[in-house]
């Protein structure tokens, strides 16, 4: 009986480490396609500073999204309605702060945790080493791989490779919800696919934003990123 426990137990043990090896392979040739429908791998590593524009609408409103980003995990956010800045999040590699309707609150552990973690422009590179294969679903009459990163997970086309959709839980005011965001009309700039129409979908509201500028490797500097 010993002897067949044992058998069993190197059966099962050589079983889920297949298993873990088959969806680890699944993960690398998703993002390696990914990279390889937006410019490549080599490409993408080149770049070492982002900035982006998006304009989009909300209750006759104009909103607009700023985004800027430099290696190795420097981040900031600007959300602007109406003439004003209505939240903002930055992080200088160190320390966080998120400002929303002039109310100020540092990182938590697990903010900072996460932004710390991330060490590139493009996030899947991090998700090498950090996402799971959740399998093939339809979103729009296309399959996509779906892969999770702790709380949130990314949707990629099984056609083009391309990232078509991303869902996470966020809380506001101590409460749930869902947000979602789709990427489409991808744009080459610099020799890659950037996508420049963002579908932003947070509880009830819904938004609709085109990018209007997207800047590569200048424009950003250490400044951008003071708390």
Partial sequence: MKTFNTLLFICLFVSLKNHAQKEKD???TVIERYFHAIGGKERA??????????VGKLK???IIL????????????????GGKVVSKNTFNGKKGL??????ETEFNKAELKRHKKNRSIFPEFDYLKTAKYIGIEKLEQQNCYVLEIENTKVY????SGLKRKGVSIQEKDGKPFLQQL???KYVEIEGLLFPTR???IAGKNKIEFQTRSIVINKDVKISDFDL
């Fill in 26 to 28: 699944i993960i690398n």
């Fill in 45 to 54: 590593k080149q770049i070492h500073t982002f900035s982006s524009e998006s």
């Fill in 60 to 62: 006759d409103n104009e």
């Fill in 66 to 81: 700023k985004k800027k980003l430099m290696l190795p995990n420097l981040s900031t956010t600007t959300m602007e309605y």
């Fill in 98 to 103: 998120i400002t929303q309707q002039y109310e």
């Fill in 156 to 159: 990629y086309s099984v056609d």
């Fill in 182 to 184: 789709y990427f489409s």
């Fill in 198 to 200: 963002l579908l932003l």
